[in-house]
């Protein structure tokens, strides 16, 4: 069970720090849907580019894109 007064604004105080992606990503990470989903594209030796735009369109990832000269290639 929780310690905190989950109904006070002062237990979230902590929040005001957490950029949107922060959140985005505390919210997805516990999602059994995504979970699945990862899985199936982390299987994959090599997903296709095809596989991995609808994953990301899907659950609104988006992912730089590196340069061809980028540290560690």
């Given at each position: 069970m929780?310690?905190?007064?989950w109904r006070s604004p002062a237990a979230y105080r902590h929040t005001h720090s957490i950029p949107a992606a922060g959140f985005a990503w505390d919210y997805l990470r516990?999602?059994?849907?995504?979970?699945?989903?990862?899985?199936?594209?982390r299987?994959?030796?090599?997903?296709?580019a095809q596989s991995l735009?609808?994953?990301?369109?899907?659950?609104?990832?988006?992912?730089?894109?590196?340069?061809?000269?980028?540290?560690g290639s």
């Amino acid at each position: 069970m929780l310690s905190i007064d989950w109904r006070s604004p002062a237990a979230y105080r902590h929040t005001h720090s957490i950029p949107a992606a922060g959140f985005a990503w505390d919210y997805l990470r516990r999602d059994d849907d995504y979970h699945r989903d990862f899985q199936k594209i982390r299987r994959m030796r090599k997903p296709a580019a095809q596989s991995l735009s609808v994953f990301s369109q899907q659950w609104g990832l988006r992912f730089p894109v590196r340069s061809e000269h980028s540290a560690g290639s």
